[in-house]
Protein backbone atom coordinates (compact mmCIF):
# COMPACT_ATOMS: atom_id res chain seq x y z
CA UNK A 1 0.00 0.00 0.00
CA UNK A 2 1.13 3.23 -0.72
CA UNK A 3 2.19 5.81 2.31
CA UNK A 4 0.05 8.28 0.65
CA UNK A 5 -2.85 6.05 0.30
CA UNK A 6 -4.47 7.42 3.00
CA UNK A 7 -4.04 11.18 2.52
CA UNK A 8 -5.86 13.00 -0.14
CA UNK A 9 -4.40 14.28 -3.11
CA UNK A 10 -5.04 17.70 -4.40
CA UNK A 11 -3.31 20.93 -5.60
CA UNK A 12 -2.78 24.29 -4.81
CA UNK A 13 -2.84 27.67 -7.93
CA UNK A 14 -2.18 30.94 -6.34
CA UNK A 15 -3.09 34.48 -7.77
CA UNK A 16 -0.02 34.41 -10.28
CA UNK A 17 -0.91 30.63 -11.32
CA UNK A 18 1.48 28.37 -10.02
CA UNK A 19 -0.01 25.27 -9.49
CA UNK A 20 1.75 22.39 -7.11
CA UNK A 21 0.67 18.94 -6.28
CA UNK A 22 -0.73 18.77 -1.95
CA UNK A 23 -1.50 16.06 -0.30
CA UNK A 24 -3.84 16.29 3.62
CA UNK A 25 -4.43 14.62 6.22
CA UNK A 26 -5.78 15.01 9.64
CA UNK A 27 -8.15 17.14 11.73
CA UNK A 28 -7.50 20.65 13.98
CA UNK A 29 -5.52 23.71 13.17
CA UNK A 30 -3.50 24.04 10.22
CA UNK A 31 0.10 22.76 9.73
CA UNK A 32 2.22 22.71 6.40
CA UNK A 33 5.30 20.61 6.18
CA UNK A 34 7.78 21.32 3.39
CA UNK A 35 9.61 18.53 2.29
CA UNK A 36 13.34 18.18 2.20
CA UNK A 37 15.89 17.06 -0.97
CA UNK A 38 14.83 14.62 -2.46
CA UNK A 39 11.50 15.10 -1.61
CA UNK A 40 8.51 13.49 0.19
CA UNK A 41 10.69 10.84 1.06
CA UNK A 42 9.64 7.91 3.74
CA UNK A 43 10.46 9.65 6.09
CA UNK A 44 9.20 12.69 5.68
CA UNK A 45 5.95 11.51 5.20
CA UNK A 46 6.36 9.75 8.63
CA UNK A 47 7.15 12.43 10.60
CA UNK A 48 4.34 14.59 8.64
CA UNK A 49 1.93 11.27 10.23
CA UNK A 50 3.64 11.87 13.84
CA UNK A 51 1.97 15.78 13.67
CA UNK A 52 -1.29 14.82 12.05
CA UNK A 53 -1.38 11.99 15.16
CA UNK A 54 -0.88 15.24 17.42
CA UNK A 55 -4.15 16.96 16.58
CA UNK A 56 -2.79 18.97 13.04
CA UNK A 57 -4.68 18.97 9.57
CA UNK A 58 -1.24 18.78 7.72
CA UNK A 59 -0.51 19.75 4.03
CA UNK A 60 2.20 18.37 2.46
CA UNK A 61 3.39 20.18 -0.76
CA UNK A 62 5.01 18.10 -3.47
CA UNK A 63 7.65 20.73 -4.90
CA UNK A 64 10.17 18.10 -6.39
CA UNK A 65 10.94 14.33 -6.83
CA UNK A 66 9.11 11.56 -6.54
CA UNK A 67 6.50 11.13 -3.80
CA UNK A 68 8.23 7.87 -1.42
CA UNK A 69 11.35 7.61 -3.06
CA UNK A 70 14.05 7.27 -1.07
CA UNK A 71 16.96 9.27 -0.02
CA UNK A 72 19.66 7.64 -2.35
CA UNK A 73 21.79 8.90 -4.58
CA UNK A 74 19.65 8.73 -7.26
CA UNK A 75 17.20 10.31 -6.02
CA UNK A 76 19.25 13.75 -4.82
CA UNK A 77 20.74 14.15 -7.82
CA UNK A 78 17.50 14.11 -9.76
CA UNK A 79 15.84 16.54 -7.29
CA UNK A 80 18.90 18.53 -7.24
CA UNK A 81 18.60 18.75 -11.26
CA UNK A 82 15.11 19.88 -10.94
CA UNK A 83 16.17 22.79 -8.32
CA UNK A 84 18.92 23.92 -10.27
CA UNK A 85 16.82 23.99 -13.52
CA UNK A 86 14.12 26.08 -11.65
CA UNK A 87 13.28 29.59 -10.98
CA UNK A 88 11.13 29.51 -7.94
CA UNK A 89 14.52 28.49 -5.84
CA UNK A 90 17.57 30.47 -5.29
CA UNK A 91 20.55 28.57 -4.95
CA UNK A 92 23.57 30.64 -4.13
CA UNK A 93 22.08 34.78 -4.08
CA UNK A 94 22.22 36.27 -1.04
CA UNK A 95 19.43 38.56 0.48
CA UNK A 96 16.63 37.54 -2.01
CA UNK A 97 12.92 35.08 -1.24
CA UNK A 98 13.00 32.77 -3.01
CA UNK A 99 9.88 32.75 -5.66
CA UNK A 100 7.96 29.49 -4.52
CA UNK A 101 7.67 31.49 -1.12
CA UNK A 102 4.84 33.00 -2.74
CA UNK A 103 3.18 30.02 -3.41
CA UNK A 104 3.84 28.92 -0.16
CA UNK A 105 2.07 31.98 1.94
CA UNK A 106 -0.79 31.74 -0.72
CA UNK A 107 -1.09 27.95 0.63
CA UNK A 108 -0.89 28.90 4.19
CA UNK A 109 -3.80 31.79 3.96
CA UNK A 110 -5.81 29.10 2.31
CA UNK A 111 -5.66 27.07 4.93
CA UNK A 112 -5.86 29.48 7.60
CA UNK A 113 -9.30 31.05 6.42
CA UNK A 114 -10.38 27.67 6.33
CA UNK A 115 -9.84 26.31 9.41
CA UNK A 116 -9.82 29.91 11.49
CA UNK A 117 -7.65 30.06 15.00
CA UNK A 118 -4.49 31.97 15.46
CA UNK A 119 -3.01 30.98 12.16
CA UNK A 120 -0.51 28.02 11.07
CA UNK A 121 2.37 26.17 11.46
CA UNK A 122 5.05 25.91 8.53
CA UNK A 123 8.21 23.75 8.98
CA UNK A 124 10.93 23.61 6.18
CA UNK A 125 13.87 21.65 6.20
CA UNK A 126 17.56 21.10 4.25
CA UNK A 127 17.11 23.32 1.63
CA UNK A 128 13.42 24.07 2.14
CA UNK A 129 14.52 24.91 5.88
CA UNK A 130 13.96 28.56 5.39
CA UNK A 131 10.81 28.66 3.67
CA UNK A 132 9.07 28.48 6.75
CA UNK A 133 11.25 32.19 7.56
CA UNK A 134 9.88 33.40 4.58
CA UNK A 135 6.41 32.13 5.05
CA UNK A 136 6.36 33.80 8.68
CA UNK A 137 6.20 37.28 6.17
CA UNK A 138 2.63 37.03 6.48
CA UNK A 139 0.26 37.00 9.13
CA UNK A 140 -1.52 33.73 8.45
CA UNK A 141 1.54 31.87 9.82
CA UNK A 142 2.20 31.56 13.69
CA UNK A 143 4.67 28.93 14.29
CA UNK A 144 7.13 29.12 11.82
CA UNK A 145 9.96 25.70 11.92
CA UNK A 146 13.26 25.97 11.06
CA UNK A 147 14.80 22.65 10.23
CA UNK A 148 18.74 22.49 9.47
CA UNK A 149 18.24 25.30 6.88
CA UNK A 150 20.97 24.98 3.92
CA UNK A 151 19.77 27.40 1.07
CA UNK A 152 21.29 29.17 -0.47
CA UNK A 153 24.31 26.62 -0.07
CA UNK A 154 26.54 27.55 2.12
CA UNK A 155 29.30 28.10 0.18
CA UNK A 156 31.71 30.95 1.18
CA UNK A 157 30.94 33.07 4.63
CA UNK A 158 28.37 34.92 3.33
CA UNK A 159 26.22 32.25 1.84
CA UNK A 160 26.81 30.64 4.91
CA UNK A 161 24.91 33.18 7.63
CA UNK A 162 22.26 34.15 4.48
CA UNK A 163 18.99 33.79 5.57
CA UNK A 164 17.41 33.07 2.25
CA UNK A 165 14.86 36.20 2.28
CA UNK A 166 15.21 39.64 0.86
CA UNK A 167 16.22 42.73 2.99
CA UNK A 168 12.21 44.09 2.99
CA UNK A 169 10.96 39.97 3.87
CA UNK A 170 14.12 40.46 7.21
CA UNK A 171 12.65 43.65 7.91
CA UNK A 172 8.69 42.09 7.75
CA UNK A 173 10.14 39.00 10.18
CA UNK A 174 12.01 41.32 12.76
CA UNK A 175 8.92 43.16 12.73
CA UNK A 176 6.41 40.13 13.26
CA UNK A 177 9.01 38.40 15.89
CA UNK A 178 9.21 41.30 18.00
CA UNK A 179 5.35 41.73 18.06
CA UNK A 180 5.75 38.35 19.37
CA UNK A 181 5.67 35.41 17.18
CA UNK A 182 8.72 33.08 17.87
CA UNK A 183 10.46 30.63 15.59
CA UNK A 184 11.92 27.54 16.57
CA UNK A 185 15.09 26.27 14.89
CA UNK A 186 16.88 22.47 14.72
CA UNK A 187 19.75 21.87 13.88
CA UNK A 188 23.25 19.73 14.59
CA UNK A 189 25.73 21.69 16.12
CA UNK A 190 28.14 20.84 13.46
CA UNK A 191 26.20 20.65 10.18
CA UNK A 192 28.31 22.47 7.77
CA UNK A 193 24.80 22.67 5.53
CA UNK A 194 23.76 24.65 8.33
CA UNK A 195 26.78 27.54 8.37
CA UNK A 196 26.06 29.92 10.43
CA UNK A 197 22.84 30.94 9.88
CA UNK A 198 21.41 30.44 13.25
CA UNK A 199 24.06 32.90 15.16
CA UNK A 200 22.09 35.30 12.37
CA UNK A 201 18.91 34.63 13.75
CA UNK A 202 20.06 35.23 17.08
CA UNK A 203 21.44 38.25 16.68
CA UNK A 204 18.58 39.62 14.47
CA UNK A 205 15.58 38.37 16.09
CA UNK A 206 17.30 37.77 19.82
CA UNK A 207 15.18 35.59 22.47
CA UNK A 208 12.13 35.43 19.70
CA UNK A 209 14.50 32.57 18.23
CA UNK A 210 13.88 29.11 20.14
CA UNK A 211 17.45 27.21 18.90
CA UNK A 212 17.54 24.07 19.59
CA UNK A 213 21.06 22.20 18.61
CA UNK A 214 22.07 18.26 19.22
CA UNK A 215 25.86 17.18 18.91
CA UNK A 216 27.11 16.28 15.92
CA UNK A 217 28.08 16.36 11.92
CA UNK A 218 24.85 14.76 10.90
CA UNK A 219 21.90 16.59 8.98
CA UNK A 220 18.26 15.47 8.82
CA UNK A 221 16.84 16.24 12.76
CA UNK A 222 13.02 14.99 11.75
CA UNK A 223 13.53 12.60 9.34
CA UNK A 224 16.72 10.29 8.45
CA UNK A 225 18.56 11.69 11.63
CA UNK A 226 16.01 12.19 13.86
CA UNK A 227 15.67 13.18 17.48
CA UNK A 228 13.26 12.42 19.65
CA UNK A 229 13.41 15.30 21.19
CA UNK A 230 13.23 17.78 18.61
CA UNK A 231 9.86 15.97 17.28
CA UNK A 232 9.02 16.77 20.71
CA UNK A 233 10.11 20.04 20.41
CA UNK A 234 8.15 20.67 17.41
CA UNK A 235 4.81 19.23 18.54
CA UNK A 236 5.08 21.54 21.50
CA UNK A 237 5.67 24.32 19.53
CA UNK A 238 2.73 23.87 17.08
CA UNK A 239 0.30 22.83 20.25
CA UNK A 240 1.58 26.34 22.10
CA UNK A 241 0.95 28.03 19.58
CA UNK A 242 -1.84 27.34 17.57
CA UNK A 243 -4.11 25.26 20.32
CA UNK A 244 -2.83 27.36 23.29
CA UNK A 245 -4.06 30.48 21.84
CA UNK A 246 -7.37 29.28 20.40
Not at 84 to 111: H, N, Y
Not at 163 to 181: H, I, P, Q, Y
Request: proline share 5%; aromatic share 6%; net charge neutral.
Amino acid sequence: MSLLSSWTHGAHTDADGTTHPTYRKGTGPGVVVIHEIPGLTPQVIGFAEEVVAAGFTVVLPHLFGRPETGMGPLAIAGALRQVCVSKEFTKLATRETSPVAGWLRSLARELHAELGGPGVGALGMCFTGGFALAMMVDDAVAAPVLCQPSAPFAIGRARGRDLNLSDADLATVKERAAGGCQVLGLQYDKDAATGTRFDRLSSEIGEAFIRVEFPGRKHSTVTAHRQQEGVDRVLAFFTDKLVGQR
